[in-house]
């Protein structure tokens, strides 16, 4: 029945999507209005033209529907602030949002417990090791919902082997624990997803990358649309639209400098490099 509407729908009116779905993929989403159909061109509208009325999560906006999962368009709409999400036989949907949550590298939050599992080295750290391991985990972990259809994990892996998303990987005992993967242009990285099979591990990976990277001066780990607590715990943040698109446009045009990630955490002192960051920034301990 749904297949219907929606094939009746799109065949009135070729540009726009319009009707009313409710609960069409989620509870979370609610689809009421129009938005503009994306062509074969490599173009999304204005994300002032979003619609208000269609809505993700705690402020995603439908921005656009259609088009394809390209490497090409993915980069060209994560490079411009705007995500898709889609669900198995379903259309491809592309979202902007009124907010995003951030973490800037030199603000990074270290707790007491998070202290004395880096001071006693409790997990082994890798980057681009176990990509696919590491976005099945994530699919893994979210039992009702999960953006990453076979589709999207595909795409991912194709992204992968272009060199623009990389994985970091936690590892104890030599098994895979926790894992996060994202998105690297420039001084910016997206963190798309991440997992956990152990307390803490997953927190390992973020403050790891996020002192790592505030070595090499990057602006911005993107942690995208949805402000957790877990994420705000680490010292993330909530920015505005237009403050994250101009954050967005001075980073992504600042030069490369990981040539290699494979090598990022290679003969790294984690424990000396939290030491480093808290002289660098002015803390006297670490809460």
């Given at each position: ?47 002032t033209?979003?619609?208000k ?38 259309p ?87 894992g ?28 790891a ?36 698109l ?28 939290v ?13």
């Amino acid at each position: 029945m749904l297949k219907k509407i929606k094939f009746l729908l799109i065949t009135m009116d070729k540009r726009f999507f319009k009707g009313i779905f409710k609960a069409f993929y989620t509870r979370h989403l609610q689809y009421r209005g129009k938005a503009y159909c994306l062509t074969n061109e490599l173009y999304f509208p204005p994300h002032t033209s979003s619609n208000k009325n269609i809505r993700i999560g705690p402020a995603g906006e439908l921005l656009a529907i259609g088009g394809d999962l390209t490497p090409e368009r993915i980069i060209y709409a994560f490079k411009n602030g705007i995500y898709p999400s889609s669900l198995i036989n379903q259309p491809i949907l592309w979202w902007t949002s009124e907010i995003r949550c951030v973490l800037f590298p030199d603000q990074v939050h270290i707790s007491k417990v998070m202290w004395r599992l880096i001071k006693h080295n409790s997990f082994y750290l890798t980057v681009d090791r176990a990509f696919i391991d590491v976005v099945n985990g994530c699919t893994e972990s979210r039992e009702n919902y999960t953006w990453l259809t076979p589709e999207r994990r595909k795409s991912c892996c194709v992204l992968h082997d272009l060199g623009y998303k990389h994985s970091i990987e936690v590892w104890y005992n030599k098994k895979l624990v926790a894992g996060l993967f994202g998105f690297a242009f420039g001084s910016y990285f997206h963190i798309s997803s991440m997992f956990t099979r152990i307390n803490h591990a997953s927190k390992f990976a973020m403050i790891a990358l996020a002192i790592r990277l505030e070595e090499l001066n990057y602006a911005i780990l993107d942690c995208g649309t949805w402000p957790t607590d877990h994420l705000k715990s680490m010292g993330a943040v909530i920015i505005d639209r237009d403050q994250f698109l101009e954050l967005l446009d001075q980073s992504i045009k600042a030069p490369e400098v990981i040539e290699d990630w494979e090598s990022l955490f290679e003969d790294w002192d984690f424990c000396q490099a939290v030491k480093n960051h808290f002289v660098k920034n002015k803390h006297d301990t670490i809460s």
